[in-house]
């Protein structure tokens, strides 16, 4: 059976990297497709992307939105374009090559037999394994997945990880519309929804490495939504127990 496969990514100013993404990923085995939510970048981002959408006629996508309207924005509408045209797994990752794109390879294997529904490239299932990141910068993040632990109980040691394959069925399961988060704590939105409605993680190890063109999205106020989501977050859990999506519009 020929599974569709779609890798989603958003952008903004990634002008030094997209071309370059694009040509990886539609080389790699197994006919992956791939989705760019470009948020209208200054950069013509965008552009390039349609220059290139007449050599994959079948196999690239393009929406573009009118300015930066988060990470998570970008992301959902890019779930529900996937579930509306049938695909069978979907894959978040980013574009500057910090996350490298034969492991969406790995990443399709660990669910495909649906042993698993959900599996998440982690930095941290095998130590710290994260390359040319500031120092601060990666104990911020190794701290921030343990505090998410323990408020949450979420048992994942990569909780803000954003590079992750979904089987279709989760994202069907999940009540997109009601995920509110839009920067880094989405990520950590996504997982603890999954996870409390009964659907099975596996964190498969990577190798993160830091862009080396363009410039970092991270910001404090993203950090900040992140740790203060997650509480409310894990307070909303206690209050309103969650279930699954019934519906069938999807």
Known sequence: MNHRKLVIIPTYNELENISDMVHTVMNLEGDFELLVIDDGSPDGTGNVVKTLLPLFPARLHLLERKGK????????????????????????????FSHDPKDLIRLYNAVKDRNFDLAVGSRYITGV????????RVLMS??????VKFITGLPIKDATAGFKCYH?????????????FIGYAFQIEMKFTAWKLGFNLIEVPIIFTD????????????????????????????????????????
Do not use: H
């Open 142 to 147: 190794y701290f921030a997945s343990v505090y």
């Open 129 to 136: 394994n994260v390359v040319n990141w500031p120092m601060g």
């Open 168 to 180: 279709r069925s989760v994202l069907q399961g999940i009540r997109l519309d009601e995920i509110k």
């Open 69 to 96: 309207l988060g990470l998570g924005t970008a992301y959902i509408t890019g779930f529900k374009w996937a579930l509306e045209r049938g695909y069978d797994y979907i894959f978040e990752m980013d574009c500057d």
């Open 211 to 250: 862009r080396t063109k363009g410039t970092s999205k991270m910001s404090p106020r993203i950090f900040r939504e992140a740790v203060l989501g997650v509480i409310g977050m894990k307070i909303k859990s206690i209050f309103s127990p969650y279930k699954l999506n019934r519906s069938e519009s999807i």
